[in-house]
């Protein structure tokens, strides 16, 4: 047998395969015909016995090659057997049998499923790599590499390879090499590449199946509802921080995205008025669809401002076409989601994170506040009979009520005193509920003369103070 290296205490010698050329009708366990017996002992007391030969062991482990060499000490057991102990975890016995059996098989042939499951591989790559089994590990890796993942499976993954690879030191001296295509997988994509992918499934997100285009109107309809919820977790920022930072090119490119959806929006709205033409439900229907999704994204990439102007100055359009005699009566999945659409611009406007002249505000109010109370109480009553599939929910019409007051209390006195006297007028007021803001503007009313004529004495006060002197 070949010589051990020189090596420091402690450390396995490297001892290179000798290249016998072996017969595969030997099997392990062959009592008869074995020269070696290889325990599997753990701290825990289990001590497994294999008869085993060793021209197999030998050829295929460095670790077995080491420890059979002259130079290594062994001990012998039942008729003159040598005796090589393997001290392993609990958790991995299972995986050095299985490492054991395959030394027996023909590692030349191809993978297959020689190994079933990442979790049995990664088991097996660890043992191969702790006994210095080149061809095994090889195999190992391959498979890893090859095969997809489950999300626990890619964190198992993570956690056992990078351990592995800094345990390897001398015995399989080119795993780091196989290892690597493996965490290629995982390895984080540089930015230019994730705007690619971030603007093309913008371009998915934000196409029509109306279209005339044959490949987009092929499109399965759940690949762009992926897109639109992809865009969304892309730019999202939970655990992990957002995939991409959109900067001025960034945006430039989303806001000819979304003024192209836009556009298209009015284009449909036009045909709503239009006596003479006919309308496509699913068709306003998925415009509305893509503007609720685009109220959404476009806050995380700093555009609120644009969607919320684009909101306010079609407002009036979309309220009269929606309450026009064409589609009075219809519609009704369209108008929730306006209703929704609406919710976003009034909180970014009534919290203040979009600023508006009083004057917008108040035409906001004025517009909406009908709209919503009159569509809530027609669904209200149809989702009662099943003529509709969806209602206002409770988190929603709170939203709005929150919204509405904050915005309201920020007008100007005599546009409050209109708002809330016409809804005190109306029949339903219990929704949108506007009670804080009457309270809020009654004390206010109350007490503004007296604030005022305080503040005029100090004024006037301060005035003949300083023409005396």
């Known amino acids: 047998m070949p010589y051990p290296s020189t090596m420091a205490k402690g450390e396995i010698a490297v001892v290179e395969p000798p290249p016998i050329v072996f017969s595969y009708s030997f099997k392990l366990g062959e009592r008869a015909t074995s020269d070696v017996i290889v325990r599997l002992r753990t701290v825990h007391g289990r001590d497994d016995w294999f008869y085993a030969h060793s021209e197999i062991l030998c050829a295929k482990s460095k670790y077995f090659a080491s420890r059979l060499s002259d130079e290594w000490p062994t001990y012998h057991l039942l008729d003159s057997r040598n005796c090589v102990e393997v001290i392993c975890i609990e958790s991995d016995i299972d995986h050095h049998v299985k ?51 489950e999300e626990n499976e890619e964190e198992e993954i993570l956690k056992t390879l990078p351990a592995i690879v800094s345990s390897t030191h001398k015995l399989v001296a080119e795993l780091g090499a196989e290892i690597q295509p493996v965490l290629a997988r995982l390895q984080p994509v540089d930015a230019v590449s994730i705007r690619n992918v971030f603007i093309s499934a913008v371009h998915m997100a934000t196409s029509s199946k109306s279209k005339t285009s044959d490949t987009l109107s092929t499109l399965p309809s759940d690949l762009k509802a992926a897109a639109q919820e992809q865009v969304e977790y892309m730019l999202e920022e939970d655990d992990d921080a957002p995939l991409l930072i959109a900067d001025d090119d960034l945006k430039s490119a989303l806001r000819v995205k979304f003024l192209n959806l836009f556009g298209s929006f009015k284009t449909e709205l036009i045909v709503l008025t239009d006596s003479t033409r006919q309308f496509s439900e699913a068709t306003i229907l998925e415009k509305v669809s893509d503007l609720l999704w ?70 906001l109010v004025k517009v909406w506040l009908p709209f919503i109370r009159e569509t809530k109480l027609v669904v209200e009553e149809m989702f009662a009979v099943e003529k509709v599939s969806m209602e206002m929910d409770v988190d929603l019409c709170q939203s709005i009520e929150n919204a509405l007051v904050s915005l309201v209390l920020s007008l100007p006195s005599g546009d409050q005193a209109e708002i809330l006297a016409d809804w005190l007028r109306w029949d339903h007021a219990r929704f949108p509920d ?36």
């Open 99 to 149: 490492l054991l059996r395959m030394l027996y098989s023909n590692l030349e042939e191809p993978v297959g499923d020689m190994w079933h499951s990442v979790k049995n591989a990664l088991g097996m790559l660890k043992v191969a790599t702790k006994l210095g089994c080149d061809a095994i590990a090889s195999k190992c890796a391959c498979y890893l590499e090859a095969v997809p993942w």
């Open 294 to 363: 685009a109220s959404r994204v476009l806050p995380r990439v700093g555009l609120n401002p644009e969607f919320v102007d684009f909101w306010v100055g079609i407002s009036s359009d979309v309220t009269g076409a929606l309450n026009g005699e064409k589609v009075r009566e219809v519609l009704w999945d369209t108008k929730l989601r306006v209703v929704e659409i609406t919710a976003t611009v009034l909180k970014a406007v009534g919290y203040g994170n979009v600023i508006l002249s009083a004057g917008e505000r108040v035409q």
């Open 434 to 469: 506007l009670s804080e803001a009457f309270e809020v503007w009654c004390f206010r009313t109350k007490a503004a003369k007296r604030r005022l004529g305080v503040e005029n004495r100090k004024v006037g006060s301060a005035i003949r103070s300083g023409c005396a002197s």
